[in-house]
């Protein structure tokens, strides 16, 4: 079964000076979400300018096939998409892959160099502050360069200016100090501890693992966050973390 359409990615420059074909060669290996949960792709970017995606599902092979061209402080690549398919019938996530527009922004880490995309930067932000990113495997929702996961980096990403404003201070801890509603409350932290309105926080628990958090509001002092899934409840006393602690992670790093 084989069908052909045209797709239009953009790798939009995320630092200054703008990104060069040089620095984005490579093959990238991630996760593909919105598709089939937990659907493996990578992205192979060439130095003659061509590259090919690929997503590999239990019953269907999805491959772009296409040229590389940059255009200012963006990377379009132009390409045809081949179903490669036995006893699967095309459904909507795969039919949504025509005629679109992908975008992803390239984030350097010290050496290391991820693709993300640009409607995933609070899930890449969320990741780093839970800890899953920098990752020790190819294995990740984000593509990242392989073997890139072997590099040790410290410190933070290279972000965009307006993803910034997403990050919390650096080892930032702090206990709730009131409940507000079951999934809102209140600490003794604020602007002057380097909080503002958006920030992403984290929360631990043994039942429901990593939660995300977010600043709501803030003033000089005080912090009101929501954590927008509900559970676990914001009790008094409940820490919350800029980045969960290697004490109570998960996993090894």
Sequence with gaps: ???WSLLFLYLAGATSPATTLDQIVGEYVGIRPGMHEGTPWSLSIHSD??????????TIRIVFDGEVKIEADRVAMESTLNLEASGFALDAPVEAFRNSTMKFIPVSWGKRTYLIQDNQADWFIRDVVRGSEPRLSGDGVHLLRVGDWKVRVWSRPEVPEDWKKSFPPDNFSMRVARQLEYHRAEIDAGSRNGLAAGMLLTLFSSKYG???LRGVSVTADTAVIENAYGDPPLTKGTRVYSRIPDTVETRGR
Excluded: I, N, Y
């Excluded at 300018?49 to 239990?58: A, D, E, M, N």
């Design 1 to 3: 079964m084989q069908a």
């Design 49 to 58: 300018g061509t590259c090919r995606s690929v997503l590999k599902h239990p």
């Design 210 to 212: 990593a939660t995300d």
